[in-house]
């Protein structure tokens, strides 16, 4: 992942976001981040040729409309989007979601909350990782 290539964030609470935010920032990751704030406007995201591809997904669980689950459902039956890293950040704590999640080929799965330090610290391994893989989605 190329520090231009953008990031999709699929979550429903603000302060959740702002934690995301505030987060990138102090590990100076300045990649576009964009927000959708449920599964559904997730997939008009995607489905919209005008919006870049995202190169990595941080995805909550329980939101309205279209939680997470079902969002990885489609996502990763798609052709064109399997290949997209998802980190799920999620309050869910069930193991059935836990499984899900991973059979559904999640890259990483972190359960919230966490103290703030936490937080960052986890977040600039999962940037730093996935900055190092050599992505297809970086060459597209």
């Excluded at 920032?25 to 406007?41: F, M, Q, S, T, Y």
């Amino acid at each position: 992942m190329r520090s231009c290539d953008p990031i999709l964030l699929v979550e429903d609470d603000l302060i959740d976001i702002m934690t995301l935010k505030r987060g990138l920032k102090e590990i100076h990751v300045h990649n576009p981040l964009h927000v959708r704030h449920d599964g559904e406007a997730a997939l008009e995201f995607l489905r919209d040729p005008k919006e870049p591809k995202p190169a990595l997904i941080f995805l909550d669980l329980n939101m309205p409309r279209m939680n997470g689950i079902e969002f990885l459902q489609i996502i990763k039956n798609d052709p064109h989007w399997r290949i997209i890293p998802v980190v799920v950040f999620t309050t869910s704590q069930e193991e059935q979601d836990r499984l899900a999640s991973f059979v559904l080929g999640v890259a990483g799965y972190i359960v919230k909350p966490l103290s703030y330090p936490d937080f960052v610290e986890h977040l600039k391994v999962i940037y730093q990782y996935w900055s190092l893989s050599e992505s297809p989605l970086s060459i597209v």
